[in-house]
């Protein structure tokens, strides 16, 4: 077996160093819950918790590398679970939470990292990109229909 070239063993242990110091050491994400990720937060719209719910799952199903795992209805509002694979192999378990409060439809995302103790980022950016997609979701006309 051939030792590996000084320039491999070089970038293995500068990839090694940003990845150490760049993200936090967290595997458990959720808005407005994760102080290391303040710009997440909880979402409010003011369609009723079930147009809200429906665009959660056409969300899911739009986004690559995203799998919906099961969807119900219980006394804290609706719960969509999903599976974010993208990038492989650093997946996140996704539950998004729907509830009405007050006047308002509330959503809370939640990503735990099947990867290991550390997520490199990734749950925070998973749940970056539902909440762009959910955003999307609920400013098409098919979501005032729904």
């Known amino acids: 077996m051939r030792p590996l070239p000084t320039l491999v063993v070089v970038a293995l242990v500068a990839g090694a160093v940003v990845a150490a110091t760049r993200w ?3 595997n458990v994400v959720e808005t407005g819950r994760t102080p290391e990720y303040p710009e997440l937060r909880e979402r409010e719209f003011a369609a009723p918790e079930a147009s809200v719910g429906r665009a959660a799952k056409a969300a899911v199903a739009a986004l690559p590398g995203w799998t919906l795992v099961g969807a119900g209805q219980g006394p804290g509002g609706t719960s969509v679970q999903a599976l974010a694979t993208n990038p492989a ?29 550390w997520d490199f980022g990734q749950g925070a950016r998973h749940i970056a990109a539902f909440l762009a ?7 098409s006309p098919a979501a005032k229909t729904r």
């Open 24 to 26: 936090p050491r967290i």
């Open 89 to 117: 192999p650093l997946k996140s378990e996704m539950t998004i939470t729907i509830r009405r409060q007050g006047g308002k439809t509330m959503v809370r995302v939640r990503a735990r990292s099947t990867f290991g103790p």
């Open 133 to 139: 997609e959910l955003d999307r979701q609920m400013a």
